[in-house]
């Protein structure tokens, strides 16, 4: 009912940036929270940053200070700017969109942060 499309991941070197974007499209009807996660190999998918229609976020503790989530001018699209880069953000990123008929999903992108 719902696809999320992520892009901007890559490969970059600590102390570096990348912002991430995500879009929504099909059958939207008010997603009330987007997000990011991520998952690192071998560890579960850990959440990352949300925020909601009216603009309240969250961060995980490790990312406070250095990721910023926004919402973009366009419509149903958020991003994930991520600055100062350390090896052990190193993960899949996942967008996340909630609405009240479910919760979902985009395939998620690769963020490499070498050393």
């Known amino acids: 009912q719902v696809q999320l499309v992520e892009s901007g991941g890559g490969l970059v070197q600590a102390g570096g940036s990348l912002r991430l974007s995500c879009a929504a499209s099909g059958r939207i009807f008010v997603i009330n929270v987007m997000g990011w996660y991520r998952q690192a190999p071998g560890e579960q998918r850990e959440l990352v940053a949300t925020i909601t229609g009216g603009g309240s976020t969250n961060y995980a503790d490790s990312v406070k200070g250095r990721f910023t989530i926004s919402r973009g001018n366009a419509k149903n699209t958020v991003y994930l700017q991520m600055n100062s880069l350390k090896p052990e953000d190193t993960a899949v990123y996942y967008c996340?969109?909630?609405?009240?008929?479910?919760?979902?999903w985009g395939q998620g992108t690769q963020v490499t942060v070498s050393s």
């Open positions: 996340n969109a909630e609405q009240f008929n479910g919760n979902y």
